[in-house]
């Protein structure tokens, strides 16, 4: 039986177990898990006899590196477990104590492997050469060994690793108080709903009353999110500008010429290819403009508000989709990627994998997690909406992606780069999408579903580049010594959305604070990421619909490459080339399809 949307949050204990995940997949009991803790610790002492000694032979570099693999795999393993468990209810002071306990054991792990790297980059590459050739079992780390090379002078000696390392869970501070602040503390007023019944405002629900066709009630969560984010705007101001700070600190001691060029080497991307994705989106917001009037004259409305923005342009054919038949929606629309592939998705729906609904204290939001040594994870919060069903089929496929690199790769390249992880994900919505519009012969179904593609390419594309340019802007300013205050963070953020919006909407001054509620404005330049992982799930996914099996092999390859090359040419095996602004382009134009499609359906 589904769980019904409750007026209050319940308790953890009071969802149904069959919609929770089964992190007892990982550990069974919390003493396995301190098992595991005490065995990092023991792989700790034994990897240090290897300090000083890489440059003896290669069966001793073979040898530090497998237990590497070890060390690592089974500290992400008890890592992992205590975040996920003090996800579920952030308030719970156990699994506290356990995820602060992990993220000690993760630093000092991370201290005492500081010495391989270094010792790694000081042996001539023609000694490390001839130890591969020696020793064979040496060759699977051979892109691990060109990407040390490749980065050769951004890296330190072995004590200033090692500082670098030890200031981690500092320099994570600001992330974890937000964190904090933002899943366990922070409380919202009630909202009268349409049927002038009080509900409680959460983060998990906040969409939803946006999506209300009663205006009221989208203008009353609007401000009661925002007044109260607004509240705490100095003491969120000061968390976020800790994060800026933490970013050029590690940029400027790793030899970088700013935050920016750090964040985007690790890809091997250079920063002309994010300020071509601003460029390219800053040409084309006449577009993005066309659609808003669209939206103005759909809705009735004279003035279009900030509020206004997410409520659909056609009525809902359903008002509530069902988590059981979200699933077989998904799966539906996934059939084009193969039997391989679903059976993996059935697995995942099945057996553990997925928490579904939103309690007191649970981490807002949706994310895929999970460890090499076990099966991936999904959290949603789902609410039954259309959104929620995209969600659900996005973190997916993370979740598939993860399936496939951890089956196909060793360890030290089963970590794929959050670039290609966002592919994965946005191919299964770009796929669920098509599904719906060749499935429905209505009309205004067929609006509803074309607004809501748009509305993801605006979430996606436009607002997530939004995102990306208010972080150049910040990072910039801080690396120019200017002053970075509430008053800064509010009128930069406010003048984006006005370049962004204010042709066509009344850009409400509320909306000066959200950057305060973004999580991902702790992970820098984290979010171009989602703009461009669409552009490329937009080529892959045509693909796939018109090419059949052979874009499935590449798209399944691409998959299970993990991170043994770069992200740009693991993409260009699966046939897109992200290092011009035309793939950028395309999507664009597709959006323009697609808006041209609605604005003879409801224009």
Known sequence: MEKSVGKTLPKRENIEKKYKWKLEDIYPKNSDWEKDFAVSKEYMSEIINFKGKLADSPKKLLKCLTLYSKLMSLTDRVFVYARMKKDEDNSNSLYQGLAGRAYTLMTDVL???SFIVPEIIALPENVLNDFISKEKELKIYQQFFNELLRQKEHILSEKE??????????????REIFSMFNNADIRFPNITNENNEEIELTKGNYIKFLESENRRVREDAFNALYTTYGKFKNTLAASLLGSIKAAKFYASTSKYNSSLEASLDSDNITPDVYNNLIDTIDKNLPLLHRYLRLRKKALGLEHLHMYDLYVPMVEKSKMNIPYEEAKDIVKDSLKPLGSEYLSYLDEGFKNGWIDVYENRGKTSGAYSWGTYTTHPYV?????????DVFTLAHEMGHAIHSFFTNKAQPYIYSEYKIFVAEVASTVNESLLIKHLLEKTHDPKEKAYLLNHYLEQFRGTVFRQVMFAEFEKIMHEKYNNKEALTTETLCHVYLELNKKYFEKEVEVDKGISIEWARIPHFYSSFYVYKYAMGFSAATAISNMILHEGQSAVDRYINFLKGGSSDYPLEL?????VDLSTPQPIQDALKIFEETLSKLEELIG
């Open 111 to 113: 201290s005492s492997v």
């Open 379 to 387: 959290l949603l919060n789902y609410q039954g909406t259309i959104n």
């Open 161 to 174: 690793e090692k500082l670098l390392a030890l200031s981690s869970e500092m320099a994570g501070s600001s």
């Open 571 to 575: 993409l260009k095996t699966a046939g």
